[in-house]
Every structure is written in C-alpha cells, then in structure tokens.
C-alpha cells in the first residue's frame, strides 16, 4: 500500500470523528516519526502526551514480545505476577494511595473515579472547572467544560457544575455537603495549558475535607513525569483521594488506573469492573514503562529540559505571542490569533506540534527529546511565529 492509499482507505471507511491528516506515519524511534518513504518528522505531541519515553522503545518492545509468549488475557479475579508486580510498584508512587483499579483509557478511569466517589460518600454531586477536559464517555464527558465536546449528547449525567478554575472563592462557594468529589486536572492541558496555583490545589483539598467531599485529581496528561515530577501534584504537597492516570502509563501501550486513598469506601466485588483491565500484556509494558521512567530519571529531564526551553519560548520575540506557560515539559504558547495554519506550517517544515483550544500551541515532546531537537524546534517556531498569516 502506497501512502495515497494508506490515506485513501483510512478517509473512507474511518468514523467521521477525526480530522485526517495527509500524513502517513509508519515508524517512531525515540523523539522521532517516520513517513513511508523515511521523511522524518520531530513529534512534539507525543500522540497527545503518550509517549514520554519517546517511540518504540527497545524496553518496552522487549516486556511485550515475553509477555505475550507468556500470558496475554487474565481477568483480574485471577492474580498474576506482573499484575501484582505492577499494583506494588504503582501504588508506593505517592503515599497514601495504596490501592489501584486498572481500566484501559483515560476516560474509563475518570468513570471509575466518579462512580467511586459517589459509591463511598453516597452523594451525587461532582464539582469540576471550566475549560476542563477529562474525556469523552458519557461520565466523563459530564465533566469535561467545553461545549464543543458536550453539544449533541445531552442529556448528560445530572450533578455536575463547573466553576472558574484557580479562583479559590468560586470553589468554596460550589462545594457543598452533597458534593460527592471536586474533580480537577492539576495543570488543564485541551483547557489551554493552565497550571493550578498553589494556594488554589491546597485550597481545594481544605474543602473538600471540610464539606466531606473527596478530592480528585485527574493527572492522565500531567502524569509520569511530564511536568517535571513523576506526578503534578507532587509540586503543590497535597494528596488526593483519588487520582486518574492513562497515556503513558504503559509506555504507549492502551492502559488507565485509578489510585484510590483511604478514604474512598465501599469497594467491593461486582460495583465496577473491566475485561481487559489489569492484563498481563499491558501490566508487563507498564512495568516495563515504569522502569525506565526511574532508569532514565524522566521526571528530571522533564523539568530541566522544560526550563531550558521555556526560557528560550520566553526570549522569543514575536508580536503574535501573548502569553508562554506551563509545568515541565507541558509548555502553550498562547497567540493572538488561531494558531491552526501556524501548526500546518510547523508541519511542512517537519514538526508536529498540537493546539489546545483555539489559540494556543500545545508542546508535549517525548521526554526523551535531545537539546538538539529543542534548539532546532526553538528556531522554526522563531521563524513560523514571525510569519504575518492572514
Ligand atoms: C486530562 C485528561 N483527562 C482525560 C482524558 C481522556 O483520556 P482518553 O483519551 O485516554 O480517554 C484526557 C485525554 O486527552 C486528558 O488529557
């Protein structure tokens, strides 16, 4: 199959529910992707925050290939080695959450965190914040701000509000004694990049345990080390009750887990469940991920790399930026325009970067991009965001 074919076949028998690229990609190493013909394309998106340990990982390919010689499907009633080997290793990752429902998406493990919240409380409601994005399945979509996402499916699960993120007395005043969890991304990545503030994180977990709420943070975007630590909230000293993770937990490979705290009761057999959740196949890869995640020091490349490169964004000058912003290696240049042909001409000059929103150019590079990469990535947005676009 040649790529005019590749592209032909996907445009008339996908869904409808993408927008198709032009461009074939068939190969990833490290920061790196691959046309058919070898062209070679510098992934600053990391197929939307996915692949922090850059693509096909020898390590990753490795656990998978045994793992499948060995054991692919187990339903979690049956223990198993790497499903026990990677319940251990997940839940020392911030104390106090020491139990693990394993799924396999973000948004499932926002569904279950939800469900979860409202089985241990008994209450309904869930507090979340404008502009935020926590997925696309009925429950999670209820909390996920833009009506962009939401227009077309209403009804939606009733009980959820949205109310101004990072503004402390919006919180305080939406949070009630029925309020079931508040539910909150630690920096909102499709919202636009906006990192939480201290007081705002601390004030939200104060909340909560004065109203009886429980506090959840969804870290599918932010997490393993992303934005410089292995999780986000591990830079405001707050602990939640429960926390969603997804993406790159298993080095690329389709996996989502929810940490569960104390406080979260009532969990017992039959209130929720998957069939592939906690497969060994994916348990080995994430086993594997997480390795590599400490073998490399992830989270540190995140934040150094991450502040050499925003305080190279911060020197550009350019009269179409308003605003640079982020945690780590989760860095929007936010514009004064869209930024959908500035992101088409990055693409012909072979890089892919994302938006988040309308106006705002998302980087989330592998966490294994070289400085290299970065200085090159640096001087053709220097150039593109000079450029005057009608
Ligand atoms: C913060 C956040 N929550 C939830 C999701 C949904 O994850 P998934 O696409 O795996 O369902 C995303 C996806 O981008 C996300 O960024």
Redo the contacts with the bound molecule.
């Keep these: 199959m040649n790529e005019k074919e590749i592209f032909e076949i996907e445009n008339k028998h996908s869904s409808g529910t993408y927008t198709k690229q032009s461009l074939v990609i068939v190969r990833g190493k490290g920061a790196l992707l691959f046309t058919p013909d070898g062209t070679e394309y510098l992934d600053c998106s990391s197929g939307?925050?996915v692949a922090n340990l850059g693509h096909a990982h020898p390590k990753i390919a490795e656990a998978l290939f045994k793992q499948a010689s060995t054991l692919i499907t187990l339903f979690e009633s049956f223990p198993n080695d790497q499903r026990a080997m990677l319940m251990q290793k997940i839940t020392s990752l911030v104390d106090g959450l020491d139990r693990v429902f394993l799924c396999n998406?973000?948004?499932?493990a926002?569904e279950a965190a939800i469900k979860f919240s409202r089985l241990s409380t008994g209450r309904k409601n869930v507090v979340a914040a404008m502009r935020a994005?926590?997925?696309?399945t009925l429950g999670?979509l209820s909390a996920t701000f833009n009506k962009k996402y939401r227009e077309g499916f209403e009804p939606l699960v009733p009980g959820f509000s949205h109310v101004a993120y990072n503004n402390i007395e919006a919180l305080d005043q939406a949070v009630t004694n029925e309020t079931a969890a508040v539910l909150l991304?630690v920096v909102q990545?499709?919202g636009g990049v906006y990192p939480a503030t201290i007081e705002y994180i601390q004030s939200a977990r104060r909340i909560c345990d004065e109203r009886g709420a429980l506090l959840i943070v969804?870290e599918?975007?932010?997490g393993f080390g992303r934005t410089g630590k292995m999780f986000a909230i591990q830079h405001y000293g707050v602990i939640p009750d429960l926390l969603?993770c997804?993406?790159s937990l298993a080095g690329g490979v389709p996996m989502?887990a929810v940490l569960i705290g104390q406080k979260v009761q009532n969990l017992r057999p039959g209130v929720h469940g998957s069939t592939f959740g906690g497969n060994p196949l994916s348990c080995a890869a994430a086993n594997a991920a997480l390795a590599v995640i400490e073998e490399e020091d992830l989270p540190s490349q995140a934040e150094v790399k991450g502040k050499y490169l925003m305080e190279k964004l911060k020197k550009l000058e350019s009269p179409n930026i308003r605003e640079v912003r982020g945690l780590g290696l989760m860095i929007g240049i936010e514009l004064k325009h869209k930024v959908a042909p500035y992101i088409d001409i990055m693409q012909e000059k072979k890089i892919i970067v994302l938006n988040a929103g309308m106006t705002v150019i998302r980087l989330l590079p592998p966490l294994v991009i070289s400085y290299e990469q970065i200085d090159h990535l640096v001087e053709v947005l220097a150039e593109v965001l000079n450029m005057e676009i009608e």
């Design positions: 939307h925050g998406s973000g948004t499932e926002v994005f926590h997925g696309r999670s991304e990545g499709e969804d599918i975007q932010t969603t997804a993406k989502g």
